[in-house]
């Protein structure tokens, strides 16, 4: 940790330098954290035809306006829904403010479209097709090229049900194709996606029907994703649930379905809707909340994606997110409520690197964190005679990052058992806070240009490198004191740097190629250790803003936007170095718990954990360095959506 007393951990020596304090400005005190679940948002347009008439939320067009009232849920929200048949209804006048909403906010696009083409004797006017006389082909085509010249980042296509309704429904329109049939249109169809998206993965949703399907609807909709795979040489990439929310029985339904889903490599997502027959929004969004309490709370589901989508006529307003019955207030009760759910059972327990002292010099351990947030089986990793800090995860768990104060400061990599130390940076050098990009390819950290002197900070140079060392080039050359760049899973920088000249450390951002250079705090006091969360939304960061020599966590939106203040120590006791875990739920960070300053070597601290909301603070009872902790969770692995054959 760069401490905001000023002390800064190179090689085995601390230097000082003068920052300044100043009071902060009112925060909100409480935020819940971002979900496991990646939020999808799929409301519907107004005047959307459907099986209900025209339905949709008057306000739909006025969620892509730059003061639309729904910050908290859109700092949250990855990826925005379409239906294909609304995108290729409307002007380019109409798409192209949306898709610069969503592009200045890191969204993606998700489209629900029909994969299958009707013929003269069957599929007209049955869901998932395209009609008779349109062609497949040229509709898909036509739309997505629009979009792409608009520049829309579509990362998602979901394919409108085609196993029910090419194969299975009790419908006289129906064509009733073969499994191997429908699986062929739609491996196809991925392809045809592809031409115009070559990244764009194509997934499938299903409605889940007891019954529906003339056997067990778990095993009728393994044996289709299996046949797909097959046909197409790969699974799809994800799989959502349509769910039946009539049948009582649909949790002891849907659990084992996300269970058989995952075991075959697909990534499964659950659609939060309410009921047709629902005759108000407050009505229609109190079974969206019970639904999602239901599963993730009471069944313990845990689905990679938590769809919020309409079709129906209700709800009719999407804004603003503060009202209860709208849209928008929806996902907050789901942000609000995954607060209570627990922690995943595949992150309990969990595995800490962190920094401790040995004979006055640092080196990286590991630990095991329980259930209850206690450490244990300290076990110390790095054996060099100098001091080894800042240590960071590969994103799979197998190896680790850090600096080592030898000959300079060098970047060196570790095996998580010890083995295969390799150093990286040239000999001499001052090479500090690596971290790994989100795919664990390359290495991103802070190039000194000399040693610092005290109260004289460097200036240097952000770099990026491969993870064998090659390929280094900078990104962000000939700033003052840039350091700690950590690189988001939505390809966003995050550092902290005095660049501006006014003596206090500021947080930035900017995009992998050293563009779009933004400066997110600016407050007239220290704020520093930026930290993402796990899906790139949130940055957790520690400051001096309240005054009265107090250190605390704060937090706030990738944008700069919603800040939180997340611990509320008082002097002498500190807090600072934080890191999230894998699901997001979790942070561990650095206390001093004895009442000396950070800034004093001789400093006691541990490793203590928290919600992403600043509550449940607890211990681990491990000590660790007084300056620089650096507690960092062991990645659990959870693979990103693969594009689809």
């Known amino acids: 940790m760069i401490n905001l007393k000023g002390r800064l951990i190179i090689f085995g020596a601390s230097v000082l330098f003068t920052l300044i304090r100043s009071d902060g400005q009112d925060?909100?005190?409480?935020?819940?954290?971002?979900?496991?679940?990646?939020?999808?948002?799929?409301?519907?347009?107004?005047?959307?035809?459907?099986p209900f008439g025209p339905v949709g939320s008057t306000d739909f067009l006025s969620l892509f306006t730059a003061s639309a009232p729904w910050p908290r849920a859109m700092g949250r929200t990855h990826v925005m829904g379409f239906y294909a048949g609304w995108i290729a209804s409307m002007s380019d006048q109409v798409l192209q403010p949306i898709v610069a909403f969503l592009n200045a906010r890191d969204m993606g696009i998700e489209i629900e479209a029909p994969a299958l083409q009707a013929t003269a004797t069957c599929g007209s006017g049955v869901e998932g097709f395209v009609p008779y006389g349109q062609s497949l082909h040229d509709f898909t085509v036509a739309y997505l090229q629009r979009l792409r010249a608009l520049g829309a980042n579509v990362q998602f296509v979901k394919v409108d049900e085609p196993y029910y309704f090419g194969s299975v429904v009790n419908d006289p329109r129906s064509c009733h194709l073969s499994t191997s049939e429908v699986a062929s249109a739609v491996a196809a169809y991925a392809q045809l996606v592809r031409t115009v998206y070559p990244n764009a993965?194509?997934?499938?949703?299903?409605?889940?029907?007891?019954?529906?399907?003339?056997?067990?609807?778990v095993t009728a909709l393994g044996q289709w994703h299996d046949i797909y795979q097959t046909v197409a040489g790969a699974p799809f990439p994800f799989f959502f649930a349509d769910t039946d929310f009539s049948n009582s029985a649909w949790p002891a339904i849907v659990k084992p379905l996300e269970d058989?889903?995952?075991?075959?490599?697909?990534?499964?997502?659950?659609?939060?809707?309410?009921?047709?027959?629902?005759?108000?929004?407050?009505?229609?969004?109190?079974?969206?909340?019970?639904?999602?309490?239901?599963?993730?709370?009471?069944?313990?589901?845990?689905p990679s994606y938590a769809l919020f989508q309409s079709w129906e006529p209700h709800p009719q307003f999407c804004l603003p997110e503060s009202g209860p019955t709208t849209f928008t207030g929806a996902i907050d009760a789901y942000i609000d409520a995954r607060l209570h759910l627990g922690p995943s059972p595949e992150d309990i327990?969990?595995?800490m690197a962190f920094v401790s002292q040995q004979s006055s010099v640092n080196h990286i351990y590991l630990?095991?964190?329980?259930?209850?947030?206690?450490?244990?089986n300290p076990a110390r990793l790095t054996n060099g005679a100098e001091s080894e800090d800042f240590p960071t995860w590969s994103p799979d768990g197998t190896r680790l990052v850090y600096q080592r104060g030898f000959n300079g400061a060098a970047t060196y990599v570790i095996n998580a058992d010890g083995t295969g130390r390799q150093r990286l940076s040239p000999t001499p050098g001052f090479d500090v806070t690596p971290n790994w990009s989100p795919d664990g390819t390359k290495i991103i950290y802070a190039r000194l240009y000399e040693a610092p002197q005290p109260n004289m900070p460097p200036m240097t140079d952000i770099r990026i490198m491969n993870a064998d060392g090659t390929g280094d080039h900078a990104i962000l050359a000939n700033t003052l004191f840039s350091v700690e760049p950590r690189w988001s899973v939505k390809n966003q920088v995050v550092f902290m740097s005095l660049m501006n000249g006014s003596g206090d450390l500021q947080i930035y951002v900017m995009n992998v190629d050293g563009t779009g250079l933004r400066q997110l705090t600016n407050t007239g006091a220290n704020s520093a250790d930026p930290v993402w969360s796990p899906d790139g939304t949130r940055i957790s960061f520690g400051s001096d803003r309240e005054g009265g020599n107090k250190l605390n966590?704060?937090?706030?939106?990738?944008?700069?936007?919603?800040?939180?203040?997340?611990?509320?120590?008082q002097v002498p006791y500190e807090a600072g170095d934080t890191n999230w875990s894998t699901d997001g739920r979790k942070i561990a960070f650095e206390y001093d718990i004895n009442g000396m300053k950070q800034s004093n070597p001789n400093a006691y601290a541990e490793v203590w954990t928290m919600n992403p909301d600043g509550s449940d603070e607890i211990g681990t009872g491990m000590p660790c360095s007084g300056v620089g902790c650096a507690p960092r969770w062991q990645p659990r692995k959870t693979p990103a959506p693969r594009s689809s054959p």
């Open 27 to 50: 925060v909100v005190r409480r935020l819940p954290p971002q979900p496991e679940a990646a939020i999808w948002f799929h409301p519907q347009p107004t005047g959307t035809g459907g």
């Open 201 to 217: 993965a194509v997934g499938d949703v299903e409605p889940v029907i007891a019954g529906g399907y003339g056997s067990d609807v």
């Open 553 to 569: 966590i704060f937090a706030m939106n990738a944008d700069g936007s919603q800040l939180e203040q997340l611990t509320h120590f």
């Open 367 to 376: 630990m095991d964190v329980d259930a209850s947030g206690r450490g244990a």
């Open 260 to 302: 058989a889903t995952r075991q075959r490599g697909i990534e499964f997502g659950m659609i939060y809707i309410g009921d047709p027959s629902d005759v108000s929004d407050q009505e229609w969004t109190a079974k969206v909340v019970a639904r999602f309490q239901t599963y993730e709370g009471v069944i313990g589901g845990r």
């Open 349 to 351: 327990p969990g595995r």
